[in-house]
């Protein structure tokens, strides 16, 4: 499943979430809510035909009055009237009036003359002096039989003198109740429909904007001219600038890798000429000056053929991603063949080489690489060490790392340098020849640690001294 499907089924159903929640919540709400608007009209009724009753009531003329007339009137009406599509064609109400006691004097519908209401909620509160409503169903399983009660004081001169109840049956605001309900359910539908279309076309835009990067990347992959695309949006038009731009820094570097490769491999040949007609030099009756000549040619070349080596091998790490051969490696043995194959250059500068491995770690990584890595971080310790000084090597746990690190006991690197140890080409004179080496040896050392998901570090020891740490991903511990 690609990307753009992906977020378009998260797009949707985030949206379709909170679309459910809200028509969830409206459809729990409309009926409580066009209930609660219609008992607001009912009290301002109720109040309004109290005051209008309160004459007759005084009067004793409240059943054969001009009120219950009017009232008997208005019951008689059609209004014929379209409220938001719904068609209201008779008047539904229902009044009744109580003396003080709660006894029915007055029911517009002549059901309840002569009972007891004191009892009732919407009676019993207003003749204490509260706000009466109720709310009953007239058949106990039908909700849509419920009746809505406002009652309303009838006063003289301050004084209770009866209550006057309005009733309003609930099946005749039904109607606008699922018509409202109808509305939202059509514009819910409609959103949704509307929003998914928009999801759609957002979805195809991002694919065909992906798209272009892709065929954009495999045109530079597989070496075809093509332009960038630049449309998409800014962050798309970013992208594929950050792409060309890559394409070409990658291109520029692998130009000089090739150059520097061709370079080195025309250079061997030439050299090896040399160092064969220097050992011929040197092997030949010939004055002091001819041999010391031939011996610096010799040594020229030597090292000539060394920097091109480690070039190489510096050039072809550089662009690995991860190692050719990964196994399993023994640090300790890899560190004790290491000091073996240097013990000539040790005995040689009389430097006594302590290694001490706390417990037996091992790496998965190139065993090749490892060790000429290793052997770096010795031929640099011997380089800068004193005749007679003593080369600290040890191999210990540090974290989840396996930490390999190397201190020599010369006179460290001055403080503008420490910031360049591992810069390629950059070194400082050795003690022990006062020359400059081919500043490749730490650069193939954080190479090597970067490509084994490592890393290396070069600082001053506190007592005298560098000290350089190489630490790997440990793989286990013996």
């Not at 009926?31 to 004459?55: K, N, S």
Request: hydrophobic share 45%; charged share 25%; aromatic share 6%.
């Amino acid at each position: 499943m690609n990307v753009s499907v992906r977020l378009f089924i998260g797009y949707f159903l985030m949206l379709g979430l909170a679309a459910w929640f809200v028509l969830n919540i409206f459809m729990r709400e409309a009926e409580p809510g066009i209930r609660q608007a219609t008992e607001e009209t009912l009290v301002d009724t109720a109040h309004v035909l109290a005051e209008l009753a309160a004459p007759e009531l005084i009067a004793g003329q409240i059943a054969d009055g001009g009120f219950a007339r009017a009232l008997a009137a208005a019951r008689e009406r059609s209004p014929q009237a379209s409220i938001w599509g719904v068609q209201k064609e008779r008047i539904d109400f229902r009044v009744y009036i109580t003396d003080r006691q709660g006894r029915v004097i007055f029911d517009s519908e002549a059901q309840a003359l002569g009972a007891d209401y004191s009892q009732w909620r919407d009676v019993a509160r207003v003749l204490k002096g509260e706000y009466g409503a109720r709310s009953t169903r007239e058949q106990a399983g039908d909700a849509t039989s419920s009746v809505m009660y406002v009652a309303a004081p009838i006063l003289r001169e301050g004084q209770l003198i009866g209550v006057l109840s309005l009733a309003k049956p609930l099946s005749s605001v039904l109607p606008y109740i699922g018509r409202a309900e109808e509305r939202v359910k059509r514009a819910g539908y409609f959103l949704l429909v509307a929003s998914a279309l928009i999801g759609v076309a957002f979805s195809a835009w991002l694919s065909w904007s992906i798209n272009r990067l892709r065929n954009y990347a495999r045109d530079v992959s597989e070496g075809r001219p093509a332009d960038p695309p630049t449309s998409g949006g800014r962050q798309f038009s970013e992208l594929a600038r950050a792409l060309a731009l890559m394409r070409e820094r990658l291109e520029g570097k692998q130009y000089v890798e090739r150059y520097v490769q061709n370079l080195a491999h025309e250079m061997k040949s030439p050299l090896s000429a040399i160092v064969g007609a220097a050992e011929i030099l040197e092997g030949s009756p010939a004055d002091g000056d001819r041999r010391r000549f031939a011996a610096s040619v010799s040594e020229q070349a030597r090292r000539l053929q060394g920097i091109i080596e480690r070039m190489l091998m510096l050039a072809r790490v550089e662009q690995l991603q991860a190692p050719e051969e990964a196994i399993q490696v023994d640090l300790g043995e890899l560190l004790r063949r290491c000091v073996d194959e240097r013990s000539l250059a040790l005995q040689a500068r009389q430097l006594d080489c302590q290694l001490a491995i706390d417990e037996p770690l091992a790496v998965r990584g190139d065993p090749f690489l490892l060790q000429q890595a290793l052997l770096n971080l010795l031929d640099n310790a011997i380089a800068f060490s004193p005749s007679g000084a003593r080369i600290e090597i040890a191999l210990r746990r540090h974290e989840q790392r396996a930490e390999v690190a190397v201190r020599d006991h010369g006179s460290g690197a001055p403080a503008y340098a420490l910031a360049q140890v591992f810069d390629r080409f950059y070194s400082l004179p050795s003690i022990a020849s006062g020359r400059k080496s081919s500043g490749l040896g730490l650069a193939l050392v954080r190479e090597v640690a970067r490509l084994h998901a490592g890393e290396a570090d070069f600082a001053n020891h506190s007592e005298g001294g560098a000290l350089v740490r190489l630490r790997l991903p440990l793989l286990c511990a013996g």
